[in-house]
C-alpha cells in the first residue's frame, strides 16, 4: 500500500524509468544439501534483460517554503453519460482515513482532497490551500484555505474542519493511514475561518511533501466521524469533484458529479468503478464496449493495440508505477528465524518472474529508485545483490533446520496469479513446500493487514525520495495482530528513529547518508527482495472517451488538469 511522498522533488525523474534494464548474478558460495525439491515443471530459461540507457537524473532542490496555488479548472466540450472503470481492485472501505491499498486511495480520491498535491512536473500545487508559508527553521507551517469550497452536504469548508481532520488523523485510536506523515505535528490551530498552521515538533522543511495526498491528510467535514470507528459503509462529507452514491462490496462503487465543485463541475455524470480482477475479464470488458476505461491492462494487449491490431482502443504506461517486491512475515514462523528468510530470499528467481509474469517488460533492480541516481548507487554500496541460486538457498534452509515446513504464499487474484506461479516454481526449485493461495482483493488486503501468510507481493512507485520506499517497515502501533502497510512485521527501533531524524534533514548529501544506514538495516533484516520494476500500469480506453490524461503515477484522478473529473463522452 503506498504511504506518503516525504521529501526531495526531482521533477521529471520518473520519466526515465521506460528503459528496460538488467540486474547481474554472483557465483554461488555454498554447496548443495541432500534437501531434495518436490517435483514441479520445469521453468523457462531466463534471458538476461538487455541494460537501459544511462540518463543523467536532474538534482533535487529543496521545497520553497511559500507558495500560491495555481486553478486547473474544468472545461467540457460535452457533458452526461455515466464512465463505467474497470478495475483489477476493490475498495474494502470507503472511509478516507484508511487506505488498505493504492487502488483504496486513488477511489477515494475522487471524494477527498488534500491541501497541497504533487503535480505532474514535479512541483507542489495549491488544492484545497491557495497560499502557504513556513517560518524561518520550517517548524510552523501556515495555510491560507480557498474561500467557498463546499462539502458534499453544500457548508462550506473552513480551517476548523481542516483542524479537526489533521487531529483525527493523529489520534492513534483511529489507526490512520497518514499518522506517519503527520508524526511531528504538535498542534493544529485555526487563526481565522480560512487560515490554519501547523505546529511542528521541530524543523520539517519537507512538510508539503508529507500532505501531499488524501490517503495522509484528507478534509472532511468535522465531526463527521467518531473516534476509534475503522469500517464505514457511508463516508463523511468530503470536498472532491464527485460525491459517494452507492458501495456494493466486491462489485463497484458509485460516485455521482459534485456540481458546486470549487474546480467547476466534472464533464460526465458519475463514475462506476466496477471490479473485474481478471486481466482478460477486464480486457473483453473494454472491447466488447462493457467499461469506457481500464486499469492494469496487460503488456500483450497493449502491444496489440499499439501495433494497430486491436483498433478503437487507445493505451497509456503509467511510467512512474510499477516497483514490486515480496515481503516475508517476520513474525510468523519459521520465518522468524533469518537464516531461513535468508534461504527463501536466495531462492527467489526474479529474472524468471519478470520473464514469466511480466514478458520482459520493465527491468530488475533491488530497490524503490531511479536508475543511474544518487539514491541507486546508494543502494549499490550497501545492499549487495542476492542472486538467485537454488542450490545455495538448500543449503542456508539446512542449516535453518528447514524440515518442510508448508510456507503460505498469498496473491490477488487476477494481476498476482501470474506473480505467485512463477515464484511458486522458484522456490520449490529451491527446496521450499509452497502453498500458493489466490484470493479475491479485498480477502488478500485483509489477510495481508491481519498477517496471515508467510509471503505476499506488494508494489510502490517512487515518490521523489528514497526514503518514501522505506515508510513500509516503520514499526506500527497494531503490529504484529494488524498493519497498514508493515505486511512483513519488521520493526527496529534504530531504523524507526533514522526515519524520524531525516524528515527533519534537507541537505541531500547528508539524506542520502541517512538512507544508506536505514536501508542497510532492512536489508541484514532480509525482510524482502525486490522483483524490480515492470510496466504494468497501462490504461487503456475506448473510441469514446476524450480528455483522458494522468501523472503518470498509477492514479486516475487529479485535481491539478487530468484524470477523471476532465473526461468527457462522445457517444
Known amino acids: 500500500m503506498r504511504k506518503k511522498r516525504v521529501l526531495l522533488v526531482l521533477a521529471g525523474v520518473l520519466l526515465l524509468l521506460m528503459s528496460l534494464g538488467a540486474c547481474t548474478s554472483e557465483d554461488p558460495t555454498a554447496t548443495p544439501t541432500a534437501t531434495s525439491a518436490p517435483e514441479v515443471p520445469s521453468a523457462p530459461a531466463s534471458t538476461p534483460t538487455p541494460a537501459p540507457t544511462s540518463t543523467p537524473v536532474p538534482t533535487p532542490t529543496p521545497l520553497p517554503q511559500t507558495g500560491t496555488a495555481v486553478d486547473y479548472p474544468i472545461e467540457c466540450p460535452k457533458r452526461g453519460g455515466q464512465l463505467v472503470m474497470g478495475n483489477a481492485k476493490e475498495i474494502t472501505n470507503p472511509t478516507p482515513f484508511i487506505a488498505s491499498s493504492v487502488d483504496h486511495y486513488v477511489k477515494a480520491s475522487s471524494m477527498f482532497e488534500p491541501l497541497v498535491a504533487l503535480a505532474k512536473d514535479g512541483t507542489i500545487q495549491g488544492v484545497l490551500a491557495s497560499s502557504w508559508e513556513a517560518n524561518e527553521d520550517n517548524s510552523e507551517w501556515t495555510f491560507t484555505l480557498r474561500e467557498g469550497v463546499k462539502f458534499h452536504d453544500g457548508t462550506e469548508m473552513t480551517a476548523a474542519d481542516v483542524v479537526w481532520s489533521a487531529l483525527y488523523v493523529t489520534n492513534p485510536a483511529n489507526a490512520a493511514t497518514g499518522q506517519a506523515d503527520l508524526a511531528q505535528v504538535e498542534d493544529v490551530v485555526a487563526d481565522d475561518d480560512y487560515t490554519v498552521r501547523f505546529i511542528l515538533s521541530g524543523p520539517a522543511p519537507l512538510f508539503l511533501l508529507q500532505i501531499e495526498s488524501p490517503s495522509a491528510l484528507p478534509v472532511v ?53 466496477k471490479l473485474i480482477s481478471s486481466t482478460s475479464a477486464r480486457q473483453n470488458a473494454l472491447r466488447a464496449g462493457d467499461v469506457h476505461l481500464i486499469e492494469r491492462a496487460g503488456p500483450e494487449f497493449v502491444q496489440r493495440v499499439e501495433s494497430g491490431e486491436i483498433e478503437g482502443i487507445e493505451a497509456s504506461a503509467a511510467t512512474l508505477s510499477g516497483f514490486r517486491m515480496f515481503n516475508l512475515n517476520v513474525a510468523n514462523e519459521p520465518l522468524d528465524d533469518i537464516k531461513l528468510r535468508e534461504a527463501v530470499i536466495t531462492g527467489m528467481d526474479m ?32 545492499c549487495p545483490h542476492i542472486a ?84 513500509r517497515w516503520l514499526c506500527e502501533p497494531g503490529l504484529p495482530e494488524f498493519s497498514i502497510s508493515n505486511h512483513g512485521r519488521l520493526c527496529i527501533d534504530e531504523f524507526d528513529a533514522i526515519m524520524e531524524s531525516q524528515s527533519s534533514v534537507a541537505d541531500l548529501e547528508e539524506r542520502l547518508a541517512l538512507y544508506f544506514d536505514a536501508r542497510k538495516l532492512v536489508y541484514d533484516a532480509m525482510a524482502n527482495k525486490y522483483m524490480g520494476k515492470q510496466f504494468t500500469r497501462f490504461f487503456a480506453w475506448g473510441a469514446h472517451v476524450e480528455g483522458f490524461d494522468h501523472i503518470g503515477n498509477g492514479a486516475y484522478v487529479d485535481y491539478l488538469g487530468h484524470g477523471l473529473p476532465y473526461i468527457w463522452l462522445d457517444e
Open 221 to 273: 467535514k468535522a465531526n463527521s466521524m467518531e473516534d476509534g470507528v475503522v469500517q464505514v459503509e457511508v463516508p463523511p462529507p468530503g470536498t472532491g469533484p464527485f460525491q459517494f452514491a452507492e458501495w456494493v462490496p466486491a462489485d463497484k462503487l458509485e460516485v455521482t458529479k459534485f456540481a458546486d465543485y470549487w474546480a467547476g463541475e466534472p464533464c460526465v455524470d458519475g463514475v462506476t468503478y
Open 351 to 382: 529474472q524468471a518472474l519478470l520473464d514469466e509474469a511480466f514478458l520482459g517488460s520493465g527491468y530488475l533492480i533491488d530497490g524503490q529508485v531511479p536508475l543511474d541516481s544518487a539514491w541507486h548507487q546508494v543502494l549499490l554500496d550497501c
Open 388 to 471: 538467485y541460486d537454488p542450490e545455495r538457498a538448500k543449503a542456508l534452509a539446512s542449516e535453518a533446520g528447514y524440515d518442510g515446513e508448508e510456507l503460505t504464499l498469498i496473491v490477488e487474484r487476477g494481476q498476482g496469479e501470474p506473480i505467485g506461479e512463477s515464484l511458486e516454481r522458484s522456490l520449490r526449485l529451491a527446496g521450499f513446500n509452497i502453498e500458493l493461495v489466490v484470493l479475491e482483493s479485498g480477502v488478500y488486503d485483509e489477510r495481508q493487514a491481519s498477517g496471515d501468510f508467510h509471503i505476499t507481493p506488494n508494489s510502490e512507485g517512487w515518490g521523489g525520495d528514497g526514503f518514501f520506499g522505506l515508510q
